[in-house]
């Protein structure tokens, strides 16, 4: 199990279908939105989420340049990452 902190970056942050993928994937593993902000600073804006489903904890961040990434233990973040890749294939926005 791993437990240490890990971020992928799971693709451009303007995919409209990627972040809607994610949403779908963190509703059906019952995750709740705790908190939630959004900025600007020159160029970038910036937007991060907290969700939370038990003890398990995600953090979603969508900035300009930098794209939609997701933090968390690499266990939750890895799980997670093919869950939105295997809901990206059958969208067919994925090869």
């Known amino acids: ?3 240490e902190p890990k971020t992928v970056v799971l693709g451009p942050e303007y995919d409209g279908v990627l972040i809607g993928a994610l949403m779908d994937v963190l509703q059906r593993l019952g995750y709740v939105r705790v ?12 937007e ?9 904890h995600l953090l979603v961040e969508n900035e300009t340049y930098m794209g939609l990434s997701i933090c968390g233990s690499g266990d939750l973040v890895d799980s997670i990452s093919e869950m939105v890749a295997d809901e990206m294939r059958k969208t067919g926005s994925v090869p």
């Open 1 to 3: 199990m791993n437990s």
């Open 35 to 46: 908190s939630h902000s959004w900025g600007v600073g020159g160029s970038q804006e910036v």
């Open 48 to 56: 991060t989420a907290e969700f939370v489903a038990g003890d398990r």
